[in-house]
């Protein structure tokens, strides 16, 4: 499994602006923007907006494409 890529952020004054391959993922404020500026000088920022976004792989995709209920 890939890293994830194609994200990248903006600090607007109070806020942080997470966009996802050029468009806006969401946007965080307060406390969750300044506790994500912390974690991303420690961490790797593409996955640190993957999974503040919700937009990363959780592991069963290839388990749910087998099931009789997504066959086609």
């Known amino acids: 499994m890939g890293s994830p890529a194609g ?3 903006d600090v607007r004054g109070d806020e942080v ?11 965080l404020r ?3 923007a300044a ?6 000088e420690h961490g790797d920022p ?3 907006m993957a999974r503040v976004t ?3 792989r959780r ?3 290839r388990t749910a494409a087998r099931h009789p ?3 086609r």
């Not at 602006?17 to 946007?27: E, K, N, P, Q, S």
């Not at 506790?35 to 991303?40: A, C, K, M």
Request: proline share 0%; no cysteine.
């Open 17 to 27: 602006v997470i966009r996802h391959h050029g468009r806006t993922a969401t946007v």
């Open 30 to 32: 307060g406390v969750r």
């Open 7 to 9: 994200f990248e952020f």
């Open 59 to 61: 592991g069963n995709e």
């Open 46 to 48: 593409q996955l640190l």
């Open 54 to 56: 919700g937009n990363y």
């Open 69 to 71: 209920r997504n066959a």
């Open 35 to 40: 506790d994500f500026l912390e974690q991303v």
